[in-house]
């Protein structure tokens, strides 16, 4: 008879292995029986709490669990399963927490069946080509080892739905709202995969629509020539239903004797950075209109977040501040002689958002208005002369971190 060979599973062996097939019992069977074998009593059996497992296999992280059981139990290995001094969590955290839980793995026993858990995490604005924390298991998302009972399987989305004909969009606000890979926490893993910076002009369109089990709505955008862009939140805080409006011929109307010019910021002064909080790489406009004088009598600035600024003007003085809201609806409106000889800041007080500051300077200078988008992860600002001519400019803050907009094209 030839010498019974013993497999001599470790527990890390029994984790990662497939399904046992019938020689290989024979074979532990034989082994255990073997008064001269040293490692004849290590069998799965005794090594793990749950018994012998019957089969393992990879699962499908994106089909979504909620722990269902009040006295469930959540374990750092099967190894340590039913210890007290391995409960890695519990119902109450889980159930506390909302959190959403993908099976990585599944393992089955002669008794019960178990699963290797992840919490569900939205990421932000990591590389499209390989988003961080998008593998089926890292440290931070991991939740340990549950009995399947424990969990019930539901849908994170409730319906969704393809248009019949595409639905025009396109930007109010760049800056508070991305453009999403899945809806946050949908699946296993969301991330941020394109942004609103370079898209404060482009006519966008929506082709479909999902309700999350939340209720939020989401639309996913492609562009006009059909690129495809990813989910964005549904608001008309984010977007404006229609056809794509240019600011200056909506907000400033000139007249048939009037003539109107638009400045654009160049690509390389945005300094192609993208900021957590802010449309850093967003080209900043100037509407400049004329009458048969030449001379300036209105000025409408989009800023760095796509907020219109207008100006109105008579003899080479502004006459009236008029601030926008991201959809182009009257906000503050300044008639006020000295505050138009000094500066004006337009900002919320309950809102965190960008707040849009105009300087004014005196006839004599060169200058004519200064308007200034302050944000979080930078400054931008477009400097108008009396002559016509603009500047722009964008400043990134030190300590700040950004990523390449190249990334989110």
């Known amino acids: 008879m030839k010498k019974t060979v013993l497999l001599g599973l470790t527990v890390l062996g029994v ?18 029986s073997d008064s001269n074998s040293p490692k004849r009593k290590q069998t799965v059996s005794k090594t793990l709490p749950i018994g012998q497992i ?15 059981n009040k006295k469930a139990k959540f374990y750092d ?37 178990y ?3 992840v919490n569900y995490q939205s990421g932000g604005f990591e590389n499209s080509i390989s988003p961080e924390g998008s593998s089926d298991y890292n440290d931070e998302a991991d939740n340990g080892y549950v009995k399947a009972s424990d969990l ?60 999350k089990h939340t209720g939020s709505h989401y639309v996913y955008l492609e562009t006009a020539k059909g690129k495809q862009l990813g989910w964005v939140y549904k608001t008309p805080k984010v977007l404006i ?17 009037e003539k109107m010019i638009q400045k654009i910021q160049s690509r390389k002064s945005t300094k192609n950075r993208v900021g957590v909080n802010d449309s850093l790489s967003m080209q900043q406009r100037v509407y400049l209109v004329r009458n048969r004088k030449h001379q300036l009598t209105s000025v409408l600035v989009m800023g760095m977040d796509n907020r219109p600024v207008k100006l109105t003007i008579h003899n080479g003085q502004v006459t009236k501040l008029s601030n926008y809201t991201y959809r182009r609806k009257p906000w503050k409106i300044v008639t006020n002689k000295k505050k138009l000889r000094t500066h004006y800041r337009a900002e919320h007080a ?18 004519l208005a200064m308007v200034e988008t302050i944000g979080y992860d930078g400054i931008a600002h477009a400097i108008v002369y009396r002559n016509g001519r603009v500047s722009f400019k964008t400043h990134v803050y030190k300590n700040v971190i950004t990523y390449p907009l190249a990334d989110f094209k």
Request: hydrophobic content about 30%; overall charge positive.
């Open 54 to 68: 019957i089969s393992s296999e990879k699962m499908d992280p994106d089909v979504a669990y909620k722990v269902t």
């Open 152 to 211: 019930t399987k539901f849908s994170t989305v409730k319906s969704q739905w393809t248009y019949q004909k595409k639905q025009p969009y396109y930007v109010a606000d760049a800056c508070n709202n991305r453009i999403w890979n899945r809806p946050a926490y949908t699946v296993h893993y969301t991330y941020v995969n394109h942004v609103f910076d370079r898209l404060s002009t482009t006519q966008l369109y929506a082709t479909k629509e999902l309700v």
């Open 115 to 117: 699963y290797h858990v």
């Open 241 to 257: 239903a229609g056809k794509y409006r240019d600011p200056g011929k909506q907000l400033l109307g000139p007249k048939k004797h």
């Open 350 to 367: 309950y809102i965190d958002t960008d707040i849009a500051e105009t300087t004014f300077y005196s006839k004599k200078s060169k200058k």
């Open 77 to 113: 290995s099967l190894k340590v399963f039913g210890k007290k001094s391995g409960i890695f969590s519990d119902y109450e955290t889980v159930h506390g927490a909302n959190l959403i839980l993908g099976a990585t793995e599944k393992y089955v026993t002669a008794d019960n069946t």
């Open 15 to 32: 984790l990662t292995g497939g399904c046992a097939t019938q020689n290989n019992q024979a074979n532990r069977a034989s082994a255990s």
